[in-house]
C-alpha cells in the first residue's frame, strides 16, 4: 500500500510528459487537473495518520525516480526550440522524423501553461524531494541526487541553510525561512531568499576556512552545484532563446512554491531562542492527498523534531497545530489572496497563543510586537 500511494509523484511526472506529447492544451489540461486533484483531494479524503514503524527503504526507488523524470521534463524544454530552423537542437534533430513534428508554433498563453505546470513539478516535487534527500548522509547516493535536483533550480543555497541554519533556528527571528506575524508572502519570499544565499555562503566560507581553504574552492558546495546548474542550463540553451525563457520562468515559479511553502509552514510562530524545537513550533497538516504526493513533508512538526528520520516514519502528531486546508491550498491562497491568507493564519494565531504558546513565548510576543 506504502508503495502505490507514495507512487502518485512519479505517476503525475509521467503523465506531464504524456501531455507534452499531445501537446500545449493538453499540458494546460494538466495544470488544472493536478490543482484540482491536491485541492479537492485534500477536502474530501480526509487525513492519513497512518504510522510505518519497520523499515520501509523499498521507498527510495520513489523518491530517486524523480530526478531522471525532472530531467525527461528539460529535455522536452529544449525541444521547444524545433520550432527555431535556427537553433543547435533543430540542427541536432530535425532529421529525426519523430523530433521533427515537434515544429510548434507556441503563442503566449502555450507557454503560460508550459511555465505553470514545469515549475509547479520542479518546485512541488523535485524540491520537495530534493528536502527529503538532503538530510540523508553526506556523500550517500541520495545526498548526491538531492544536490542534482537543486542544481535544477539553481539552489544550493536551500539545502545549506535548511540543514544548518533553519533545523536550529526555526521560529526566531534569526531564521530567514520563518514567517512573522503579519509578513506579506511576496516581502517574505524576497527576505527569505536572500538571508538564505547569505547564510548559507557564510556556512560555507566558515566551513572550508577551517580547512585552510578559499571560499571559491572547488570544494564549496554552492559552487559545485551551480556548477552542476551551468551544465543542465547549457542543454537547455541547444532549444534557443525560448527554451531558456521557459526553463528560466519555470525555475523561477518553482522558488515563488518553495518559498511559500516556508512561508505557511511557520506563520506567525515564535520560539524563545535557544529552547527546545517542539511539534507546536511548525504548522502540521494530515491530509492525505498532499502527504502522499509530499511524501509527508506535511507531517512538518515531526520532521522538526528529527529532520534526519526519512518521511515515511514521521509520526502524525495530531495534537500539533494544524493548517486549516491542504497544502496547495494554502500555498496557492497565500500567492492570490495575501490579505485573506493572513486574515486566517491570525485567528489561528489567537489559539496558538492560548494553548500552545508557553509563558516565555507570550513575554517575547509582547516584546516584538513594542
Known amino acids: 500500500m506504502n508503495m502505490l500511494k507514495y507512487s502518485l509523484s512519479p505517476l503525475f511526472l509521467i503523465g506531464l510528459l504524456a501531455c507534452d506529447w499531445m501537446g500545449p492544451n493538453a499540458v494546460w489540461m494538466f495544470f488544472v487537473a493536478f490543482s484540482t486533484f491536491l485541492i479537492l483531494g485534500d477536502s474530501f479524503f480526509g487525513n492519513d495518520t497512518t504510522l510505518t514503524q519497520k523499515s520501509n527503504n523499498q521507498l527510495n526507488p520513489i523518491l530517486y525516480s524523480i530526478l531522471p523524470l525532472l530531467l525527461l521534463k528539460l529535455f522536452h524544454i529544449s525541444l521547444l526550440g524545433m520550432g527555431d530552423t535556427q537553433s543547435y537542437i533543430f540542427q541536432i534533430l530535425a532529421s529525426d522524423s519523430i523530433f521533427f513534428s515537434w515544429q510548434y508554433s507556441y503563442n503566449s498563453v502555450d507557454l503560460l501553461g508550459i511555465i505553470l505546470s514545469s515549475g509547479l513539478m520542479i518546485g512541488g516535487i523535485g524540491t520537495v524531494v530534493g528536502h527529503e534527500l538532503v538530510h540523508r548522509k553526506k556523500n550517500s547516493f541520495g545526498f548526491k541526487v538531492s544536490n542534482w535536483l537543486l542544481a535544477l533550480t539553481w539552489d544550493p543555497a536551500f539545502g545549506i541553510e535548511h540543514v544548518h541554519g533553519h533545523h536550529k533556528y526555526i521560529a526566531t527571528y534569526e531564521d530567514p525561512e520563518s514567517a512573522r506575524r503579519n509578513e506579506g508572502v511576496y516581502s517574505f519570499i524576497i527576505r527569505s531568499t536572500i538571508g538564505t544565499l547569505k547564510n548559507a555562503w557564510a556556512w560555507e566560507k566558515s566551513r572550508l576556512s577551517q580547512k585552510g581553504l578559499s571560499p571559491f574552492s572547488v570544494?564549496?558546495?554552492?559552487?559545485?552545484?551551480?556548477?552542476?546548474?551551468?551544465?543542465?542550463?547549457?542543454?537547455?540553451?541547444?532549444?534557443?532563446?525560448?527554451?531558456?525563457?521557459?526553463?528560466?520562468?519555470?525555475?523561477?515559479?518553482?522558488?515563488?512554491?518553495?518559498?511559500?511553502?516556508?512561508?505557511?509552514?511557520?506563520?506567525?510562530?515564535?520560539?524563545?531562542?535557544?529552547?527546545?524545537?517542539?511539534?507546536?513550533?511548525?504548522?502540521?497538516?494530515?491530509?492525505?492527498?498532499?502527504?502522499?504526493?509530499?511524501?509527508?513533508?506535511?507531517?512538518?512538526?515531526?520532521?522538526?523534531?528529527?529532520?534526519?528520520?526519512?518521511?515515511?516514519?514521521?509520526?502524525?502528531?495530531?495534537?500539533?497545530?494544524?493548517?486549516?486546508?491542504?497544502?496547495?491550498?494554502?500555498?496557492?491562497?497565500?500567492?492570490?489572496?495575501?490579505?485573506?491568507?493572513?486574515?486566517?493564519?491570525?485567528?489561528?494565531?489567537?489559539?496558538?497563543d492560548s494553548n500552545y504558546a508557553s509563558t516565555e513565548e507570550l513575554n517575547l510576543l509582547q516584546q516584538l510586537s513594542k
Not at 244 to 264: M, Q
Request: hydrophobic content about 40%.
Open 219 to 352: 570544494q564549496n558546495q554552492m559552487i559545485q552545484i551551480y556548477f552542476r546548474s551551468a551544465i543542465l542550463t547549457g542543454l537547455i540553451s541547444l532549444g534557443g532563446p525560448i527554451s531558456l525563457f521557459v526553463y528560466f520562468c519555470s525555475i523561477v515559479w518553482a522558488k515563488f512554491l518553495l518559498e511559500t511553502v516556508n512561508y505557511i509552514e511557520h506563520y506567525g510562530l515564535v520560539r524563545v531562542p535557544g529552547t527546545a524545537i517542539e511539534p507546536r513550533h511548525s504548522w502540521n497538516s494530515n491530509h492525505r492527498i498532499s502527504s502522499y504526493v509530499l511524501f509527508n513533508l506535511t507531517r512538518h512538526s515531526a520532521h522538526h523534531e528529527k529532520g534526519t528520520l526519512p518521511f515515511w516514519t514521521l509520526n502524525p502528531n495530531e495534537k500539533a497545530p494544524m493548517l486549516p486546508f491542504g497544502y496547495l491550498t494554502m500555498v496557492y491562497f497565500s500567492l492570490l489572496f495575501p490579505w485573506k491568507y493572513r486574515n486566517i493564519m491570525n485567528e489561528k494565531l489567537k489559539d496558538w
